[in-house]
């Protein structure tokens, strides 16, 4: 059974940054594509970038693409997203996810293992 946590959420005001991290256990993840969605109150969740197992290839939604890095660690089964000059629009809860077929999905429902996400408020 794979279990992802999610970490590094918080409070920062607009133009900040934040580094979310995703630390898997139970298996290793390192041939999973792994990727970070959003949600906030009143919104559907979104894609908000991926990466494949190795790390090699990348993908951004466009409204954070220049200011979002994601990137991984598979000695450490982690996968991380850099936050730079976020804005009052990123705030959502960010969760991570791992995809088995190595796919670098923009649906959740590409994914198959979820954390349980970490909150990420932007103040103006």
């Known amino acids: 059974q794979v279990h992802l946590e999610e970490s590094g959420g918080g409070l920062v005001q607009a133009g900040g940054s934040l580094r979310l991290s995703c630390v898997a256990s139970?298996?290793?993840?390192?041939?999973?594509?792994m990727g970070w969605f959003r949600q906030a109150p009143g919104k559907e969740r979104e894609f908000v970038a991926a990466?494949?197992?190795?790390?090699?290839?990348?993908s951004y939604a466009d409204s954070v693409k220049g200011r979002f890095t994601i990137s991984r660690d598979n000695a450490k089964n982690t996968l991380y997203l850099q936050m730079h000059r976020l804005k009052p629009e990123d705030a959502a809860v960010y969760s991570c996810?791992?995809?088995?077929?190595?796919?670098?999905?923009?649906?959740?429902?590409?994914?198959?293992?979820w954390g349980q996400g970490t909150q990420v408020t932007v103040s103006s």
């Open positions: 996810a791992a995809n088995r077929d190595q796919s670098m999905g923009v649906d959740s429902g590409d994914y198959d293992y």
């Open positions: 139970g298996r290793s993840l390192s041939t999973y594509a």
């Open positions: 990466i494949n197992w190795s790390g090699g290839r990348t």
